[in-house]
Nanobody, 129 residues
């Protein structure tokens, strides 16, 4: 059973930065996979924030975070990062990372929660104005 563990959340002031980490317990699931970051605010649907293809390194972003967030991977650590800069109060949410399974590309589905099989427990990011 693969596990994903997020960390790095917490309170931050507007225009500040935070870096989230997602560690995938199994290298096999990490290396042949699409990893996505999602967020969910109270009363709202879960939305795709960013995705990355572990094999090829292609990255994807929601329009709302493009230019402010950067997703990256460290294969040696089975880890995916989400660097969040210029944070806004509307970025406040629980952030989750998720893994699809055995899939090398995710350009056609990275933003769809239903496409992901494995989920972490989430880490809360709260941005104050």
């Amino acid at each position: 059973q693969v596990q994903l563990v997020e960390s790095g959340g917490g309170p931050v002031q507007a225009d500040g930065s935070r870096r989230l980490s997602c560690v995938v317990s199994s290298y096999g699931y990490y290396s042949n996979n699409c990893i996505g970051w999602f967020r969910q605010a109270p009363g709202k649907e879960r939305e795709g924030v960013s995705g990355i293809e572990i094999s090829y390194g292609s990255t994807y972003y929601a329009d709302s975070v493009k230019g402010r967030f950067t997703i990256s991977r460290d294969k040696d650590k089975n880890t995916v990062y989400l660097q969040m800069n210029s944070l806004k109060p509307e970025d406040t949410a629980m952030y989750y990372c998720a893994a699809v399974g055995s899939r090398h590309t995710c350009g056609d589905m990275w933003w769809r929660p239903e496409a992901y099989t494995y989920w972490g427990q989430g880490t809360q990011v709260t941005v104050s104005s």
